[in-house]
């Protein structure tokens, strides 16, 4: 039961980190507008804001392959819980941006360290599925934060979404003081022995073995394809900019365009869902084609590419009463304007072919990488997710404002956005590469595992420089 609780509560504080980093890109028109703030200065807080959880991330999935991981989750929490809460006081651009940067330590925490846990508990025949519902969790997360921007009153003040979700980190943070933290390798078959033998699996990462986790084909191909994702995903956090850019032009003013734009972000959203039975085919698919995984998230990119392309040029006219709150506005568009009903659509068929990512890239790195170099192989490739994403969003808020010279709004989002989802192309491609590479890293890995328990039967206290090569 504690193993379960353990897996729900990461997947939920998982959410969580999700939900505070999309509060900003949700509320960049409203911010903009309060604190008179350009959207490009605002693209930079939220660029720097990745990058720092990036970096920090390195460090955070370098200890989890060392420490105890349930401590490391809770300061990680507590790191980003302090500075996330101060921003309800915050009265200028300068003071969001720094509490920003500080609430970034700690926010590439979890779902490193998370990772590493869950890869550790459940078997790899069911590891896509579960990492399906991590996935899926994430991005429930992300649609969490428009969720609770247009729920609230509009007569809340912008930073109220911030304090809430402080408070909910920190009950989180109490909450993990009860999990489990299970053993390097222990859901994987070849060690199955040693555990029934009551031997562990001791082995802990160290300096040198940073190389041998870059070295690996898979490993390069999943970091360059994330690098290069990133710069789409990065650029699909300002969509909200989009539609509340579109309400703006027809007469509402910015607190119901924000509110209307962050709901319908969530509905657009729900395709995601699916993510879970990718998974679960990936999982099938796997045991039997071992270069599955990585066609499936290619051949996702490829065809989610002119899905949201249709989304973004879709003039969304709204029709009817405009007054009321925010849902009751998307409630009325929802019930009888069809141009809305076109983009839940195109929404709909784009987050069902990007969902394949997710899940199988997940898994991807759990097999390819040993138990105790999985969490530093995850954050590397987190890095490179995030700097792409990083410079997404700074990159397409320039292009945004460059372009509104002769472009008028909410044209000139349209474009920026479609410009950023041609890197779906290339990041299919990496995907296409490393299924050429992933079998043979597996087996190797596979191989590495069944040789040191074997030679830990034969010699419980061996010396870990004996081992077999990784």
């Not at 509320?27 to 959207?39: C, D, F, K, Q, Y």
């Not at 790191?79 to 500080?102: C, D, E, F, K, R």
């Not at 330590?105 to 990492?131: F, K, M, N, Q």
């Not at 909200?240 to 962050?262: E, H, I, K, N, S």
Request: charged share 10%; net charge positive.
């Amino acid at each position: 039961m504690r193993r379960i609780y353990t897996v729900i509560l990461f997947v939920v504080m998982a959410s969580i980190d999700n939900t505070v980093l999309a509060l900003l890109p949700a509320l960049t028109t409203r911010i903009g507008a309060e604190l008179n703030v350009a959207s490009q200065d605002l693209g930079l807080a939220i660029g720097l804001n990745r990058l720092v959880l990036a970096l920090t991330a390195v460090f955070w999935g370098y200890r989890s392959d060392q420490s105890d991981r349930r401590r490391l989750m809770i300061l990680g929490t507590l790191t980003w819980v302090v500075p996330v809460g101060l921003i309800v006081l915050a009265q200028s651009y300068t003071q969001l941006l720094l509490l920003m940067l500080a609430a970034g330590l700690g926010l590439g925490c979890i779902s490193t360290v998370g990772y590493s846990v869950i890869t550790d508990i459940v078997a790899p025949g069911w590891r896509g599925v579960l990492l399906g519902l991590w996935g899926l969790a994430q991005g429930i997360g992300a649609l969490g934060g428009g969720l609770l921007i247009g729920l609230l009153p509009v007569s809340a003040a912008w930073s109220t979404p911030f304090g809430v979700m402080a408070a909910v980190g920190g009950v989180c943070s109490i909450a993990a003081l009860f999990t489990v933290a299970p053993r390097k390798g222990g859901a994987e078959a070849a060690l199955q022995n040693l555990a029934d033998q009551g031997i562990d699996y001791d082995y802990r990462i160290q300096f040198a073995d940073l190389p041998l986790i870059l070295a690996k084909s898979s490993n390069r191909w999943l970091m360059l394809q994330g690098f290069l994702a990133q710069f789409a995903f990065g650029a699909l956090s300002l969509l909200p900019a989009l539609l509340a850019a579109r309400m703006l032009t027809q007469g509402l003013d910015g607190a119901r365009a924000t509110g209307v734009a962050a709901l319908l972000i969530v509905v657009l959203q729900l395709g995601g869902v699916i993510s879970i039975a990718w998974g679960w085919l990936g999982d099938r698919l796997q045991a039997r084609y071992p270069r599955a995984r990585a066609l499936l998230a290619a051949y996702g990119f490829w065809l989610a590419l002119p899905c949201y392309i249709a989304l973004f040029w879709l003039p969304l006219p709204l029709m009817g009463r405009l007054d009321g709150s925010a849902s009751e506005i998307l409630g009325q568009q929802l019930g009888g304007n069809p141009w809305f009903w076109l983009a839940l659509l195109a929404s709909t068929l784009a987050t069902v072919f990007q969902a394949t990512n997710a899940p199988n890239w997940f898994a991807m790195v759990s097999e390819v990488n040993l138990p105790e170099h999985r969490g530093t192989a995850f954050s590397f490739i987190n890095l490179a997710n995030n700097i792409g994403a990083a410079i997404g969003v700074i990159l397409v808020t320039r292009i945004f404002d460059w372009l509104q010279r002769s472009i008028p709004t909410p044209d000139n989002y349209a474009i920026g956005l479609t410009l950023f989802q041609l890197f779906f192309l290339p990041a299919g491609l990496c995907f296409w590469l490393a299924a050429r590479s992933t079998p043979h890293d597996v087996a190797q890995m596979q191989a590495t595992l069944r040789d040191r328990a074997a030679q830990s039967i034969v010699s419980p206290h061996a010396d870990q420089a004996t081992a077999a090569p990784s």
